[in-house]
C-alpha cells in the first residue's frame, strides 16, 4: 500500500504564494506519474497539475497555468506544487494522487492512491 502524504497547506491573502509538498516512501513513487487535484465545498475534485515520472511531461489545468509549477525531487522523494498569484478561487483542499500505470492524468479515476488532503484558503 503506497501512502502519500501532503504538507504545506494554510491561509494566504490574495496575491500571496504556497508551497505544497507530497512524499511518499514507496517504491516505484520516482517512476509513477503524480498529480494534484483540489476539491472546493459542494464541487467536485478537479484537476489541478501533474508531472509523468522518470523526466516525463508537465501538465496544468487552464485555471493555474503560469501560476503554478509541479516538480519533482527525486532524491527525496517529494512532488511540490509551487502556487503563486493565488486567487479566492483557489480555495480547495488539495489533494495529491499517484499511480504507476496512469494513461489519463486528470482523470480522477486513473490514480489508485491519494493522500488525506491538506487545506488552502485565499483571502481576498
Known amino acids: 500500500q503506497v501512502q502519500l502524504v501532503e504538507s504545506g497547506g494554510g491561509l494566504v491573502q490574495a496575491g500571496g504564494s504556497l508551497r505544497l509538498s507530497c512524499t511518499a516512501a514507496?517504491?516505484?513513487?520516482?517512476?509513477?506519474?503524480v498529480a494534484w487535484f483540489r476539491q472546493a465545498p459542494g464541487k467536485e475534485r478537479e484537476f489541478v497539475a501533474a508531472?509523468?515520472?522518470?523526466?516525463?511531461?508537465?501538465y496544468y489545468a487552464d485555471s493555474v497555468k503560469g501560476r503554478f509549477t509541479i516538480s519533482r525531487d527525486t532524491a527525496k522523494d517529494t512532488v511540490s506544487l509551487q502556487m503563486y498569484s493565488l486567487k479566492p478561487e483557489d480555495t480547495a483542499v488539495y489533494f495529491c494522487?499517484?499511480?504507476?500505470?496512469?494513461?489519463?492524468?486528470?482523470?480522477?479515476?486513473?490514480?489508485?492512491?491519494w493522500g488525506q488532503g491538506t487545506q488552502v484558503t485565499v483571502s481576498s
Open positions: 514507496a517504491l516505484y513513487f520516482t517512476i509513477s506519474t
Open positions: 494522487a499517484a499511480d504507476l500505470f496512469t494513461r489519463v492524468v486528470d482523470s480522477v479515476g486513473h490514480y489508485a492512491y
Open positions: 508531472i509523468r515520472g522518470s523526466g516525463g511531461g508537465t
